[in-house]
């Protein structure tokens, strides 16, 4: 019998490690080319702009699996009524340590994550991915940051890239005229509701 959870749990890891190989390469193709001289400027950022676009697809293409679209969605519906449980709350301490299978909600921190480590390191570019992920962005940071809250509480500073990746996409949903403090607004009073 298939274990569904497990082909899914590796295909989102191998989805990860066909994005860090590109921006491996990536990179190691713009040293190459830069110490080509050669090459004209213009011929230098065509090609990194080729490559942010290839590492922007394999980004979309993880945001859009089908093991994302769940874990989103356990982190939408079923997460709040989880964290009343004591037991799954010992569990969310343990984190990185916690089954995946239990806790879908690492599955979405761990690809925002990357994501935002992505966007600081340049391999991706940032107008992009606000542009076609802010929604999510913005929505799975705000639904996780009880979550977040319980694993700093344990100790260290984990999610860095996802918050800073949320921070600049909520800039960037201000400056383009978009009610990003609204969107805050409804998704914290939806955390608070009883019934949620």
């Known amino acids: 019998m298939i274990n569904w959870e497990a082909v899914a749990a590796v295909s989102t890891a191998f989805t ?9 390469a990536a990179i190691r193709e713009l040293r190459d080319a830069a110490e080509n001289t050669r090459l004209t ?40 009524k989880r964290l009343a449980d004591p037991d799954f709350r010992r569990e969310v301490e343990m984190i990185g ?8 909600e690492l599955t979405v921190l761990r690809c925002f994550e990357r994501i935002g480590s992505y966007v600081s390191k340049g391999f991706v570019e940032p ?6 992920a802010s929604g999510r962005t913005s929505t799975m940071w705000l639904l996780l ?12 500073n984990p999610w860095v890239n996802f ?10 949903m201000t400056d383009q005229g978009m009610r990003a403090a609204d969107l805050e607004a409804r998704i914290r009073a939806s955390r608070s509701r009883p019934d949620a």
């Open 163 to 172: 918050e800073n990746l949320y921070r600049a996409t909520h800039k960037w």
């Open 145 to 156: 940051e009880d979550v977040v809250a319980i694993h700093r509480s344990v100790g260290g």
């Open 127 to 132: 107008e992009i991915t606000y542009l076609v």
């Open 97 to 104: 340590a916690a089954d995946e299978t239990k806790h879908p």
């Open 41 to 80: 400027r213009a011929q230098l950022e065509h090609l990194r702009s080729a490559t942010q676009f290839e590492g922007a697809l394999a980004v979309f293409a993880e945001l859009d699996s089908p093991a994302q679209v769940e874990a989103r969605r356990f982190v939408q519906f079923d997460l709040p």
């Open 16 to 24: 990860g490690l066909v994005i860090l190989v590109t921006a491996v």
